[in-house]
């Protein structure tokens, strides 16, 4: 997949693209929908199958200070993109001047002149524009104006709930992986690459390779059953185990970050990028009178960890 984030001056083999746009965030069965609206769209045109997304998220930039609310980083969200089909992606920075932008402005500028795109695709909620003034039928009109076609997918959902990042936010907040994993299509990830911690696991006899979750929407605190992928490195592979999410109490006030001890694993995997995927919740988090009380539960999550990660003969 191509990633292009310099918009002055777009190649021509880019140009001429059906674009799926939205900020994707998660890239849940509800955004597949439109991906697979666009895929179609450009099989039959004979053209390449981009992404239009926005860094940072609007929602960052207008509140820079809220509560962290990602479900992914970049990162994280342009490799989801690429494994769905995405050919290019169109990385916009928004800032000032894209936020102040009409809807007009944004068709004609961004979409017509700027990317040359063939095709539109977005959900039948999608918002553009100063204000968000914009919605999916004006753009429809815009398109018309502007020489590009506008494709408007319906929400999806299923009889529980709209497929939402939204929703996805939820789930993971009650500590229900399985109703994540249903909207999201896949279970709920964490990436990143491990940093060097406390080593209180080390000496405990449980050695975790620990990911910051700055940024990121925080799961409901406590154990989960995982599996982890190592990305890179010498130890590539898929692996079982026990993480723990949250502030570690026993050892007083911490920042919240995620710790995996990975089940009958030895090797140095600092600095190599792991993804993690929440399989079940397990117990909340909770402190320990002593570290001795602690070592005796997390031998518990370990085993319980095993016997339900057993029952995966692989993650969704």
Not at 69 to 75: G, P, T
Not at 108 to 137: H, N, T, Y
Not at 168 to 188: Q, Y
Request: charged share 25%; with cysteine.
């Amino acid at each position: 997949m191509r990633t292009i984030r310099d918009f002055g001056d777009i190649p021509d083999e880019c140009r001429g693209s059906v674009a799926a746009i939205g900020n994707f965030d998660g890239v849940h069965l509800g955004h597949l929908q439109v991906i697979n609206s666009a895929k179609e769209f450009a099989g039959h045109a004979g053209a390449k199958l981009a992404a239009l997304t926005f860094e940072p998220h609007p929602r960052q930039y207008f509140a820079p200070d809220a509560p962290a609310f990602r479900l992914m980083n970049a990162e994280t969200k342009a490799r989801r993109l690429g494994t769905v089909g995405i050919e290019l992606m169109f990385e916009l920075r928004f800032d000032a001047a894209l936020a102040g932008l009409n809807a007009g402005e944004f068709s004609r500028d961004i979409l017509a002149s700027g990317m040359g795109i063939r095709c539109a695709v977005v959900g039948e909620d999608f918002r553009f524009g100063k204000g968000r003034s914009g919605d999916a039928e004006q753009l429809s009109k815009l398109g018309g104006e502007h020489g590009f076609d506008t494709r408007i997918v319906s929400i999806a959902g299923d009889e529980d709930c709209r497929w939402s990042s939204t929703s996805v936010r939820k789930a993971l907040s009650d500590g229900r992986t399985g109703d994540a994993a249903r909207i999201l299509g896949h279970w709920h990830r964490i990436e990143g690459r491990v940093v060097s911690g406390q080593h209180r696991g080390h000496k405990l006899g449980f050695p975790t390779a620990n990911i910051p979750l700055d940024g990121l929407h925080l799961p409901r605190f406590g154990v989960y059953a995982v599996f982890v992928d190592v990305l890179s490195g010498p130890h590539k592979g898929r692996y079982e185990g026990s993480a723990s999410i949250g502030i570690r109490p026993t050892f007083g006030e911490n920042s919240a970050n995620l710790e995996v001890f990975i089940l009958d694993f030895a090797a140095d995997i600092y600095g190599e990028a792991i993804s993690v995927a929440l399989v079940e919740f397990q117990r909340p988090e909770e402190a320990f009178s002593t570290a001795d009380e602690l070592v005796t539960q997390m031998v518990l999550d370990c085993d319980r960890s095993r016997k339900v990660l057993g029952a995966h003969a692989q993650p969704a």
